[in-house]
């Protein structure tokens, strides 16, 4: 079964530092996410990419997220400048058009 | 009126018996309700799912009945197993677009 996969699995970085998550969707679907969970918490929307745009961005992915499709096939979220409630778990998911694929996530930590 | 409620946020039962989680909805231009099976260190994955045109949906032993005058819809988990012992979140949205979740119901299936 076709898998969305996410490095690393866990990453640890200094407050002010910049981090990089990467996610390389299900190759064949056209819709890509990003959410993060923190920890024992619900599942939040950070942002959707379609047709190598941002369509839909929450209240948290501010000025210091970004995401990029490198090379048509990777889907990246970086963050600028990491700060303490930063840290969660990430999930990129990819769609073919109705439900998600989710990877098994980046844990970030934040110290 | 984004919100998707979720209740009950914990849920035990027996070998055989039945589970039974609820969420409510308010924006009525969702149109696809998903629920989503999510293990300790590993990130949601996709149940079962159902569109509004339908008031019951059946997978297995999972089964999603939908009340769209009422905005609710449920999971069933019928013979539950100690292997169906995982938070479950339900979720909303329109088409491909972001999903809202609820908060998670953990479910714990004593032998």
């Known amino acids: 079964e076709p898998e969305v996969t996410q490095t690393p699995s866990h990453q640890v970085t200094q407050m002010g530092q910049e981090v990089i998550l990467r996610c390389v969707p299900i190759s064949n679907h056209l819709y890509f996410y990003w959410y993060r969970q923190i920890l024992g918490q619900k599942v939040e929307f950070l942002v959707s990419?379609?047709?190598?745009?941002?369509?839909?961005k929450s209240e948290i992915f501010d000025d210091q997220f970004s995401v990029e499709r490198p090379d048509g096939s990777n889907f990246t979220l970086k963050i600028r400048s990491t700060k303490l409630e930063d840290s969660a778990m990430y999930f990129c998911?990819?769609?073919?058009?109705?439900?998600?694929?989710f990877g098994s996530g980046t844990r970030l930590t934040v110290v | 009126q984004q919100q998707v409620k979720q209740s009950p946020q914990s849920l035990i039962v027996q070998k055989g018996g039945i589970s039974i989680i609820n969420c409510a909805y308010e924006n009525t231009a969702f149109d696809y309700f998903p629920w989503y099976q999510q293990f300790p260190g590993k990130g949601p994955a996709l149940l079962i799912a159902?569109?509004?045109?339908?008031s019951e949906k059946k997978e297995g032993r999972f089964t999603i009945s939908f009340n769209k005058s009422a905005k609710q819809f449920s999971l069933h988990i019928m013979d539950s197993q100690p292997g169906d012992s995982a938070t479950y979140f339900c979720a909303a949205s329109i088409m491909a677009g972001k999903s809202t979740f609820g908060d998670g119901t953990t479910l714990t299936v004593k032998p």
């Open positions: 990419f379609y047709n190598n745009e941002i369509s839909e």
């Open positions: 998911a990819s769609s073919g058009g109705l439900g998600y694929t």
């Open positions: 159902i569109r509004p045109d339908v």
